[in-house]
């Protein structure tokens, strides 16, 4: 099965070519993008701003592009070159006015990476110095939601009271999670879910580097189930995700109060696998979507999983349009719980009960 994506440490240098990119040659996102090269040629960029939207969408390409424009010294005062020696050493994360922050985990075994008070206490003594080779200093925090309360609350003291020549960059999927005073202090900025069209040229483009090819299908397979995600497009496994399809929905078929085995084998092999379990359960809320769907006589346009409609029509029609949705908020509750540190197989096992009684 594929794994998430997990954020690694802080401050990781020499990275080959991730973010070697300019305004014109990102994808999609023409609103964020005109939004910031605006500000650009206005000489109006703002303190701080906050990108969000769905995970992989470009937000961080586009932060890190901000940041070489800012201190590119090519001809180009709305853009990065790429080429000089500023883009240069952003890109490879080594220059000494751009700090880049992301979650850790503070144990190999915890559930879930934090940025801490102590991260941005260090991030605040550097930014009291001047730029030191730059004309502007840069931060770029990814997954800002995942400061603990402790870090938000001294990073607010920041923006609160901004450094000269600085700009702030937060990068958040779900921004509802930062403190509200926090979100007040940023100008927002709305990422939106990538086209199928941009999907399909990101892909053939990473394949090409690495000198890989997939079949007709198999890339269709992945454009279709990208959901607009460029992680999701590049790290799924058809075979794996068919196979975990298949589980998946003799689970929704079957569990009952007269099949309560099914519950404690789901939720105790699961259990064990914490670091993949938001993906599984993404999974499960698209089948439950489409089941719900069928249920309620939509067509196949409107069906993710469209390849799986001679299994899943027959299924739709053993519940009532009333069950699906209460299993689908089941299966959210559970994400949300277990987004922090609630007992997984507990939860687990409460949600296959709740499906139990959707009947």
């Not at 004309?135 to 939601?145: F, M, P």
């Not at 309560?260 to 938001?278: P, S, Y």
């Not at 769907?293 to 029509?313: F, H, P, T, V, W």
Request: charged share 25%; proline share 4%.
């Amino acid at each position: 099965m594929p794994s998430l994506y997990l954020l690694s440490f802080i401050g990781r240098i020499g990275e080959p070519n991730v973010f070697a990119m300019s305004f014109k040659s990102i994808l999609g996102q023409s609103q964020p993008k005109k939004i910031l090269t605006n500000a650009l040629q206005n000489s109006s960029v703002a303190h701080a701003y906050l990108f969000y939207g769905p995970e992989s969408v470009g937000k961080k390409k586009l932060a890190i592009t901000l940041a070489k424009a800012l201190n590119c010294k090519g001809t180009d005062p709305l853009d990065a070159c790429d080429e000089c020696d500023s883009c240069r050493k952003i890109e490879r994360r080594i220059h000494p006015d751009f700090f880049y922050l992301e979650p850790v985990k503070s144990t190999p075994t915890s559930r879930e990476a934090a940025i801490k008070i102590e991260t941005i206490r260090e991030l605040q003594k550097k930014l009291g110095y001047l730029p030191y080779e730059g004309k502007t200093k840069v931060v770029v925090i990814d997954s800002a939601e995942l400061m603990n309360p402790q870090a938000m609350n001294s990073f607010l003291k920041t923006l609160e009271e901004p450094p000269s020549s600085t700009v702030l960059l937060l990068i958040s999927s779900t921004p509802d999670r930062l403190l509200p005073t926090l979100l007040s202090r940023c100008q927002g900025i709305q990422f939106h879910r990538l086209s199928n069209t941009d999907i399909r040229t990101i892909i053939q483009s990473q394949l090409q580097e690495k000198g890989e090819s997939l079949t007709k299908s198999e890339l269709d397979f992945r454009v279709h189930r990208s959901q607009g995600s460029v992680e999701r497009a590049l790290s799924e496994s058809s075979e794996q995700i068919e196979n975990l399809r298949e589980q998946l929905l003799e689970v929704l078929e079957k569990v009952s109060f007269d099949r309560m085995d099914i519950v404690f084998a789901f939720a105790k092999a699961w259990a064990k696998h914490t670091e993949q379990l938001q993906l599984v359960l993404d999974e499960l809320l698209g089948l439950i979507r489409d089941l719900a769907l069928y249920r309620s006589g939509c067509g196949q346009s409107d069906i993710l999983n469209e390849d799986l409609s001679a299994k899943m029509i027959p299924i739709a029609g053993t519940r009532s349009l009333k069950a699906w949705m209460d299993r689908f908020t089941a299966v959210r509750t559970t994400q949300i719980a277990l987004s922090g540190n609630a007992n997984a197989q507990l939860f687990l096992e409460n949600m296959l009960i709740e499906f139990c009684e959707a009947a």
